[in-house]
């Protein structure tokens, strides 16, 4: 009985990870194919810090687009 509990927690905890990582993929996808270096975690951790991250993804978009060297501090 203790192995269903388990596969069951863990199936939501999966579940969960999928639909988090999905709703910040279109953006991951933006910033990668613009050559601007964002991971998909660094999107997530923006959303829990509150900061917008589609405006942060337009404006390194922008940055990378027009020649500028934007690096993580």
């Given amino acids: 009985m203790p192995m ?3 596969s069951i927690v863990l199936g939501i905890f999966g579940l969960v990870l ?4 999905a709703s910040f993929f279109n953006l991951w996808l933006q910033a990668l194919f613009s050559k ?3 991971s998909i975690f660094a999107l997530v951790g ?3 810090r509150k900061i917008p991250p ?3 993804r337009r404006r ?3 940055g990378c687009k027009s020649g500028h060297s934007l ?3």
């Fill in 46 to 48: 923006m959303r829990m």
């Fill in 60 to 62: 390194k978009n922008h």
């Fill in 36 to 38: 601007a270096d964002i």
């Fill in 71 to 73: 690096r993580n501090r």
């Fill in 54 to 56: 589609p405006h942060h």
């Fill in 4 to 6: 269903g509990i388990l």
């Fill in 18 to 21: 999928v639909l988090i990582i």
